[in-house]
């Protein structure tokens, strides 16, 4: 058998490489906020250390996910130097009804877009809300037949 070399094959393979590589970084790009409501109501500032380390991550807008596939459209803005999630942050605030100390986890999930967990004070994960959270539960009153 005869291997006749390919020109710039080793061109192609470095940048194979290269590619699962950065692709591998971005994979285990996440961060975690805690939330304080005078200081997280408007805007939540991105973690200084992970814009600076996977900048490419961050654009002018991008989406939040959360488990049950429910997204949410952010608007990034700079602030002296800091990074916030602004426009829709409220939205997602309200969803989930959060409270003081609730964390919030962010992993990036490519095309500049988040999953988030959130879990409450207590430790425990909270689940999105349901449909039927959404609505008032109405009172029925009874009558005899």
């Known amino acids: 058998m005869i291997i006749l070399p390919i020109p710039n094959s080793t061109f192609r393979l470095a940048s194979a490489v290269d590619l699962r590589a950065t692709v591998a970084k971005y994979e285990k790009a996440e961060f975690f906020k805690i939330f304080l409501p ?19 991550t ?25 990074v916030y ?17 609730d964390m919030l986890v962010f992993t990036y999930d490519r095309s500049y877009s988040f999953n988030v967990k959130v879990f409450g004070s207590n430790g425990c994960r909270k689940d999105p809300p349901t449909a039927i959270d959404d609505f008032d539960v109405l009172s029925v009153k009874s009558e005899p037949l």
Not at 68 to 74: A, H, P, R, T
Not at 85 to 101: E, R, S, T, V
Request: proline share 3%; charged share 35%.
């Open 58 to 82: 961050v654009k002018e807008r991008i989406i939040l996910k959360d488990s049950d596939g429910k997204q949410w459209q952010i608007e990034v803005k700079k602030d002296g130097g800091a």
């Open 38 to 56: 005078d200081r997280c109501a408007q805007r939540i500032q991105i973690s200084p250390v992970y814009v600076k380390k996977y900048s490419k």
């Open 85 to 101: 999630m602004c426009n829709g942050w409220p939205d997602f605030i309200k969803h989930y009804d959060l409270k003081y100390a």
